[in-house]
């Protein structure tokens, strides 16, 4: 009998192309997406990796049960729908992966919704990586991933097998301490801020990437100090200790701050929901998607300001 989910992982390692990038895309380690896969191996009777010791491929064998694995899981997905829809009401379970700041900013209106359907539950769990999250639900661990892209070009509608819905476009603002002296002007310039702490994530990171443009474009040069985590920054920024850029909807729920729109212009992410194309029929998943939209709906009209 073959296990369901080495299946899964046979599918992700032919997608990803290594025992590496399949370990950090499933959040495993290498050395047990290895020891799932020759488990799979001894289950199938067949050798379905050609290894050397530094990279494996698939074998033709390996190849063939790939492609009956794609069939596989959308079989198991239409079973699921199939039963689902013989109920009017949405109920089972729908697991969802989000990223912190928008898992906070969206948790709450979310559940409210959702409290409607009582035979409905939902279980929102952290994104690690977009790469890791796209993966899980591929292989159907996840139904739903809130995931962000700061490249600025929207996603097609359809990727393979995955549906990608486009939630929010969120915009980067100013950050300050509730009391700043500039936090009684609605907008802000950089030049305004050249002269305050900074307060910044890594090089490298997006947001950090955007304010170093917006700081070459308009040749100001301003200390900063660097910390992981937009939690982290935004807590540092309420204690006074400097100022800061972040998604809007990173700060949209926090009281001890002051946010401000930012002269000029500066690309934020976008937000998109995604599920496998094949769940499009299920009430259950259709329910928390519908929710999704929704609570970011009446949430991003306090920004359009921004």
Known sequence: MLDVRRLRLLYEFAAQGSISATAVATGQTASAVSQQLAALEKEAGVS??????????????????????????EAIDAAETDLAAESAEPRGRVTVTAFPT???????????????????????????TVSESLARVRSGEIDL???????????????GPLT??????????????????????????AHELAGESWIASPAGEP???????????????????????????LTL???????????????AERRDVAVRAIAEELPGRDVYVVHRTAS????AVMTVLQALHQAARKLMTAAERF
């Open 48 to 73: 379905l990796l050609e290894r050397t010791a530094r990279s494996a491929q698939l074998t033709d064998a390996g190849r063939r049960l790939v492609e009956h694995t794609a069939l596989i899981l």
């Open 102 to 128: 928008v898992a906070v900013a969206l948790a709450g209106p979310i559940v409210r919704r959702l409290r409607r359907h009582p035979e409905l539950q939902m279980v929102l769990r952290q994104q690690h």
């Open 145 to 159: 991933a809130l995931i962000d892209d700061w490249s600025g070009q929207r996603r097609p509608a359809a990727v």
């Open 164 to 189: 990608f819905h486009h939630l929010v476009k969120d915009p980067l603002v100013a950050v300050l301490p509730a009391k700043h002296r500039l936090a009684s002007k609605e907008v802000l310039s």
């Open 207 to 233: 947001s950090r990437t955007a304010l170093d443009r917006l700081w070459r474009a308009e040749g100001i040069s301003a200390p900063v100090s660097e910390f992981e985590g937009l939690d982290t920054i």
């Open 237 to 251: 920024v309420a204690k006074g200790l400097g100022v800061t850029v972040a998604p809007w909807m990173a700060a």
């Open 280 to 283: 499009t029929g299920r009430p």
